[in-house]
């Protein structure tokens, strides 16, 4: 691809993965969380947090001045706490040190003063018992509604075992609406591959802190991301359940809904020089779905005004839409720039304008577990659709060959729309866009 090309991708695949938490179920949903969001603050107080940000700073206080700048960008009703692990206890013996883990600031409504100065009563001091600690967060936070642990370290655990990966795999099967994200804090590669674990393990996300004003700004992006709906942005739209009733779309943002195992077709017109980009991202209503669905696949596919599937060139996209525990995955796909270049003989797949089509694809596990998951509600899918290379007006409806309609034998390469393309086919996709970095 060339370097233009991998600019226009890489826009593409930023658009479509999106990195919002599903907390609430959307409309339609069944059993939404009850209760309002609880957040508890798991943070480092070992002696290594006495040691300087890199910006002047001691990174205990950084943590502590972090803490009370999210008191001002909680709502109200939020429940929080905070919760230390170090800070009362030397490194040695080593029992009572991988034991010391204090909740400062028990879970409940927030009362600004009170809390600060919570806030700023520890200070650090011997080991980190990360494992010991996430333990008692979770039962800090009880079993009803959504919970989240945000754990901020700037280091590995020193108490092992058990790993605190283990723990935070046995705290998310504790309950669909709890989740883990962690920040490291001027941390080493392996503590950072460890925080890391914890927050996939957790179905949360993980962030890098390097000074106090990063540390700030990732605390409170990680602890808002627990607050929020996500809701799907776009203007209502249907797509058909085959090519010959793909429904017409112009560049824009829209919303559908797919039920698992099932199609939709939607229709572009393009004229020479234009360039079709598009993104799906499917939208998780319940943390449990990427837990029992994760085997599911989902899929987008650009398909030519002559009904073919390339299967090249990034026209194509596949992949697990609920491997990531909760939040939001997208796919992208793009043509080459239509009719114009070495592309443009007629042998080529993007060489004539006209109308071309998108295909949304969302295939279940074999034991329907996203159709079981929501009781045969469908899952609420975002589309958005560009055409660079645009000028004017949007072109009138394509009048060109429909489905079922085209003269003469259908070409050797081409691909019946309405069938998946082959597994060798999507594989060698796979594999092109992993070593492209587009994977």
């Known amino acids: 691809m060339d370097g233009g090309g991998a600019k226009r991708w890489l826009a593409v695949v930023a658009t479509a993965v999106a990195a919002a938490a599903v907390t609430a179920a959307p409309a339609g949903a069944q059993n939404p969380p009850a209760g ?34 999210l008191l001002d960008s909680l709502p109200p009703s939020t429940q929080v706490g905070l919760r230390v692990f170090g ?25 600004r003063s009170q809390a600060e100065a919570r806030i700023r009563s520890f200070r ?28 901020v370290s700037d280091g590995q655990d020193t108490c092992q075992p ?50 106090a004003d990063s540390l700030r700004e990732q605390l409170r992006v990680l602890s808002t991301r627990a607050l929020r709906e996500y809701i799907p942005k776009g203007k209502p739209v249907r797509g058909g359940p085959d090519a010959r009733h ?33 993104s799906v991202s499917f939208i998780p209503p319940r943390r449990d779905v990427a837990d029992t669905g994760n085997l599911a696949r989902g899929g987008m596919d650009i398909v030519t005004p002559s009904f073919q599937i390339p299967n090249r060139q990034n026209s194509s996209s596949i992949g697990f839409p609920f491997d990531n525990r909760g939040f939001v995955k997208g796919f992208g796909v793009v043509t080459r720039p239509i ?3 070495a592309q443009a003989p007629a042998d080529q797949p993007f060489s004539q304008p006209g109308r071309y089509y998108l295909k949304v694809s969302l295939n279940d596990t074999a034991d329907k577990a996203l159709f079981n998951a929501t009781g045969g509600q469908a899952y609420p899918v975002e589309l958005s659709v560009t055409v660079l290379g645009r000028h004017g007006g ?3 409806p394509s009048k060109g060959p429909q489905p079922g309609g085209q003269q003469g034998p259908t070409p050797a390469a081409a691909v019946s729309p309405n069938e998946p393309p082959s597994t060798a086919l999507l594989v060698l996709v796979a594999v092109a866009l992993a070593a492209l970095g587009f994977a």
């Open 394 to 396: 949007n072109p009138s």
């Open 339 to 341: 009719g114009v270049g």
């Open 162 to 211: 058990p790993s605190p990966c283990e723990v935070a795999q046995r705290i998310a099967r504790g309950g669909i609406e709890m989740r883990i994200q962690a920040i490291g804090f001027n941390v080493n590669g392996d503590a950072r591959r460890e925080l890391q674990c914890i927050a996939r393990a957790g179905g949360g996300v993980y962030a890098d802190a390097n000074d």
């Open 246 to 278: 793909a429904t017409p779309l112009v560049p824009g943002n829209y919303v559908d809904g797919m039920l698992p195992d099932s199609q939709r077709w939607y229709a572009v017109d393009l004229r020479r020089g234009e360039t079709l980009e598009a």
């Open 87 to 111: 800070g009362t206890k030397p490194s040695r013996p080593i029992g009572p040190a991988c034991r010391d883990s204090s909740l400062v600031l028990p879970i409940g409504s927030l009362d």
């Open 124 to 151: 650090a001091k011997g080991r980190t018992p990360i494992a010991f600690a996430l333990a008692r967060a979770a039962e800090d936070l009880g079993s009803s509604g959504p919970r989240t642990i945000v754990l």
């Open 36 to 69: 309002p969001p609880k957040i508890l603050l798991a943070f480092d107080a070992s002696q290594s947090m006495e040691a300087d940000d890199g910006a002047g700073t001691p990174k205990i206080k950084a943590a502590q001045d972090a803490a009370v700048d």
